[in-house]
Each structure stands twice: as structure tokens, then as C-alpha cells.
């Protein structure tokens, strides 16, 4: 069965600061991960996918994120926090029938 | 940029009675997912739909809960006798036919719903 885990409710930093928002997933076979943000009252945009090939992937609004197998982590990453970056983000992995399952999410406040 | 729309945005239905949130999924999409969001909590599967039949649901997903396609670009999530508990965000989303695995699941804004 396939889990994600995104151990940090709440996640502060500063702006301009780099930011890091953790998810570890548990899945059997090939793992396909995904990283979603919700802007409040608004719907779940995609940022980024991590299908195959190199580790560090590149997505919208200047995120990525590192699939690490030893691990079993997918990290969203980002060098420069703005403001607008505050959202809601959840890690996700694809189930067997091509469906989500989400993580709980975690929220991002950047402070100006 | 193509986008899933969903129509209400926010709808207010006393305890017991029917609830219809529509969706006009991305033109070209083939697989088309309902998803509800209670508030505050994560994002939960409920059905997912292609070629005209349920492919999947989950336990959530029972007996009040149908699904249906009625013409060739509406996708509709019925709930029948609502209950309190069933206030939540309700999220259409789709994906087009592609390769099966990774492909990018795109959602629409939402459908906040309040049983009173």
C-alpha cells in the first residue's frame, strides 16, 4: 500500500531565506511523486512530478524538489522564499490505478 | 491555459437534501476524479471515471455518493440526503490519456459545500 508522510504541520522561514518542506513516502514499485500548493480558498495547482530520470526536479514558481531512494524522500526545496510563496503544500504519490494519494500537508508561511 | 471549472464555487443545502457539483474537465481529458477536502484536513479520493464507468472509488465513496457524464463535456458529482459531515470542499480534476503512469492529474478551484 502507498503512504506519504509530510512530518512538519507548519513550516516559518524568512524571506529570502532558502526553504524546505519534507515529505517521505512508502510505495511498492516505481514511485511517481508529486508536489501540489493551495492558495487560500482556491484549488490544489501542480508544481512539480517526479516520474523518472535525474533526481532534482524543476517545476513552477522557481520550486524543486530531490527524490532521494535511499531515503525514500521527495523534498520541495526553493533558494529564495518570497511572501507569496505562503500556501498550503502537499506532497502526493501516484496509486497503482493512477490515482492520488495526498499527504496532510503543510503549511508555509514566509514572513516578510 | 486550459483549466477544470467547476460550478458552484460555494453551496449552502440543508441536512437531507440532494447536491449536484458540476465540472467541465480540460477538453482533451479522457480521466476525470472527484476529491473532497474537510476542512483543515488532507485531500481524500473519492471516485475516478473513464469511459463512461466508475474505475475506481473508495470506501468514502458509497451509496449516496453517483457519478455520471451526461453529454460530452459536463462531469457531475451527485449527493444525495447530504449529511452534516459532508460539508467539504469538493475537488473535480482530470488527466489526459496519455501514458498511464505520471501523468499530471490537474484539479479545478473547488466546490465548498455546507450542509446546515
Known amino acids: 500500500a502507498q503512504s506519504v508522510a509530510q512530518p512538519e504541520d507548519q513550516v516559518n522561514v524568512a524571506e529570502g531565506n532558502p526553504l524546505t518542506v519534507k515529505c517521505t513516502y512508502s510505495?511498492?514499485?516505481?514511485?511517481?511523486l508529486f508536489w501540489y500548493v493551495q492558495y487560500p480558498n482556491r484549488g490544489l495547482q501542480f508544481l512539480l512530478k517526479y516520474i523518472t530520470g535525474d533526481n532534482l526536479v524543476k517545476g513552477s514558481y522557481g520550486f524543486e524538489a530531490e527524490f532521494n531512494k535511499s531515503q525514500t524522500s521527495f523534498h520541495l526545496k526553493k533558494p529564495s522564499a518570497l511572501v507569496s510563496d505562503s500556501a498550503l503544500y502537499f506532497c502526493a504519490v501516484q496509486t497503482g490505478a493512477n490515482n492520488l494519494f495526498f499527504g496532510t500537508g503543510t503549511r508555509l508561511t514566509v514572513i516578510p | 491555459e486550459p483549466e477544470v471549472t467547476q460550478t458552484p464555487s460555494h453551496q449552502v443545502t440543508q441536512m437531507g437534501q440532494e447536491v449536484i457539483l458540476r465540472c467541465v474537465p480540460i477538453?482533451?481529458?479522457?480521466?476525470f476524479y472527484w476529491y473532497r477536502q474537510i476542512l483543515g484536513q488532507k485531500v481524500e479520493f473519492l471516485v475516478s471515471?473513464?469511459?463512461?464507468?466508475?474505475?475506481?472509488k473508495s470506501e468514502i465513496f458509497d451509496d449516496q455518493f453517483s457519478v455520471e457524464r451526461p453529454d460530452g463535456s459536463n462531469f457531475t458529482l451527485k449527493i444525495r440526503s447530504t449529511k452534516l459531515e459532508d460539508s467539504a470542499m469538493y475537488f473535480c480534476a482530470s488527466r489526459d490519456r496519455g501514458a498511464s503512469s505520471g501523468n499530471t492529474i490537474y484539479f479545478g478551484e473547488g466546490s465548498w459545500l455546507t450542509v446546515v
Open positions: 510505495v511498492s514499485g516505481n514511485p511517481y
Open positions: 477538453s482533451n481529458h479522457l480521466y
Open positions: 471515471f473513464y469511459n463512461n464507468e466508475i474505475s475506481e
